[in-house]
């Protein structure tokens, strides 16, 4: 089975612009969920879609968005960039949403966003 | 929200040697993940803890989680240096897929 594709790999942008970010998670697997990871606050958690619907989400600005397709793909979408903005963001499956850590979850090798 | 510990930040061993790394939970346990990052790169599903007293293996890496102390750790045996990387422990909170992880340790095996 393919493992969580995520793209671009690497994105370079500036500030004020807008970037949208892939997910495509491993097949059969219907949770996606969202994480920036910087030096600073190491890895948080910025939203997660089961079934198309946004399921929880984390502690960040409405200037951070996403959506899930019918074939679970899911992007996530940052407008109004900001220099803070700059981080490794992760995508990670799972088959079904998590409760209370009953199923494991999968990470995509990652987006490297840096805004100038 | 949940609060993780690792200990130790960062630790620096020779080939061979054993070692462990602990994650320590300030609310109750819900499930406990173990990953391995390279830097810069994504993360690695190592294993994933559910009961009290459950143990994992998988080659020279074992993982217990201990309910009662709110804690888990990893352990590895013989390490190489292919076992060098960043550690993240992170555990389920509530529903959701939404995972809490620790500050990670910075592992280093020197050959």
């Known amino acids: 089975k393919a493992g969580v594709t995520q793209t671009p790999r690497y994105l370079i942008k500036t500030r004020g612009q807008q970037v949208t970010l892939s997910c495509s998670p491993i097949s059969g697997h219907r949770s996606v969920s969202w994480y920036q990871q910087t030096p600073g606050q190491g890895l948080q958690f910025l939203f997660e879609y089961f079934s198309e619907t946004q399921r929880n989400k984390g502690n960040f600005p409405g200037r951070f968005s996403g959506r899930q397709f019918s074939n679970s793909r899911s992007e996530m979408n940052v407008s109004t960039l900001e220099l803070g903005d700059s981080a490794l963001y992760l995508c990670?499956?799972?088959?079904?949403?998590?409760?209370?850590?009953?199923?494991?979850?999968?990470f995509g090798p990652g987006t490297r966003l840096t805004v100038t | 929200s949940q609060e993780l510990e690792q200990s130790p930040q960062s630790l620096i061993v020779q080939e061979g040697k054993n070692l462990t790394i602990n994650c320590t939970s300030s609310?109750?346990?819900?499930?406990l993940y173990w990953y391995k990052q390279k830097y810069g790169e994504g993360l690695i599903f190592l294993m994933m803890?559910?009961?009290?007293?459950e143990e994992k293996s998988h080659e020279k890496i074992t993982a217990k989680l201990d309910e009662k102390k709110q804690q888990s750790s990893l352990h590895i045996t013989a390490s190489q240096p292919s076992h060098a990387g960043i550690y993240l422990c992170?555990?389920?909170?509530?529903?959701?897929?939404?995972?809490?992880f620790g500050e990670g340790t910075q592992l280093t095996v020197n050959p």
């Open positions: 990670a499956s799972s088959p079904w949403t998590l409760y209370r850590g009953a199923y494991e979850q999968y």
């Open positions: 803890l559910q009961k009290g007293g």
């Open positions: 992170g555990a389920g909170v509530g529903s959701g897929s939404r995972l809490t």
């Open positions: 609310k109750t346990l819900y499930g």
